[in-house]
T-cell receptor
Framework: GQNIDQPTEMTATEGAIVQINCTYQ??????LFWYQQHAGEAPTFLSY??LDGLEEKGRFSSFLSRSKGYSYLLLKELQMKDSASYLC??????????WGAGTKLIIKP | DAMVIQNPRYQVTQFGKPVTLSCSQT?????MYWYQQKSSQAPKLLFH???????NEADTPDNFQSRRPNTSFCFLDIRSPGLGDAAMYLC??????????????FGPGTRLLVL
């Protein structure tokens, strides 16, 4: 079966750095997405990785290792507004998006 | 601004009373998706349209139907809502299903409450 694993919940301090990990086992791979979802709202696109390596976009960076079936989302200089769920999703060989259940990130002052 | 719009944002219906949720997009994207998302769970794909080509997920209940009368609009019909259908319903679009156009953009969602 297809599976995406990410921690259920993480806590970090305002101004700090946090890394949210995602491991996947899917039938084929056509890219990995990270989405941010605030409570009661729709997911918002953050990043897309299809090649190995680090993609940096402002305070957020996303890393991919296809050989290890692994990705992480790195958030720097955390702000209170970063409190949200972060969803990892993989595009499989049929171009279907397989979603993780999300990591709830709690930022404390 | 180009966007995905869902109406209404909140919908209350009665057990067994048909309800229709709507989605429109100004992105001119080929693909439109309907997802169901329950609290603290991953979005669950119900179906998608590639242009006019309808694709139903194998485990989508028959109670759920969809229509896409044109490129811009897509509707989700729930014929006989049950208490278990209370959820957030998300509409999303993507330019394509491959060729670098796979990023999905979501509307704000419709939260359905079944009484």
């Amino acid at each position: 079966g297809q599976n995406i694993d990410q921690p259920t919940e993480m806590t970090a301090t305002e101004g700090a750095i946090v890394q949210i990990n995602c491991t996947y086992q899917t039938s084929g791979f056509n890219g990995l997405f990270w989405y941010q979802q605030h409570a009661g709202e729709a997911p918002t696109f953050l990043s897309y990785n299809v090649l190995d390596g680090l993609e940096e976009k402002g305070r957020f960076s996303s890393f991919l290792s296809r050989s290890k079936g692994y990705s992480y989302l790195l958030l720097k200089e955390l702000q209170m507004k970063d409190s949200a769920s972060y969803l990892c999703a993989v595009l499989d060989s049929n171009y279907q998006l397989i979603w993780g259940a999300g990591t709830k990130l709690i930022i404390k002052p | 601004d180009a966007m995905v719009i869902q109406n209404p944002r909140y919908q209350v219906t009665q057990f067994g009373k048909p309800v229709t949720l709507s989605c429109s997009q100004t992105l001119n994207h080929n693909v439109m998706y309907w997802y169901q998302q329950k609290s603290s769970q991953a979005p669950k794909l119900l179906f998608h349209y590639y242009d006019k080509d309808f694709n139903n997920e194998a485990d989508t209940p028959d109670n759920f139907q969809s229509r896409r009368p044109n490129t811009s609009f897509c509707f989700l019909d729930i014929r006989s809502p049950g208490l278990g259908d209370a959820a957030m319903y998300l509409c999303a679009t993507s330019r394509d299903r491959g060729s670098g156009g796979e990023t999905q953009y979501f509307g704000p969602g419709t939260r359905l409450l079944v009484l």
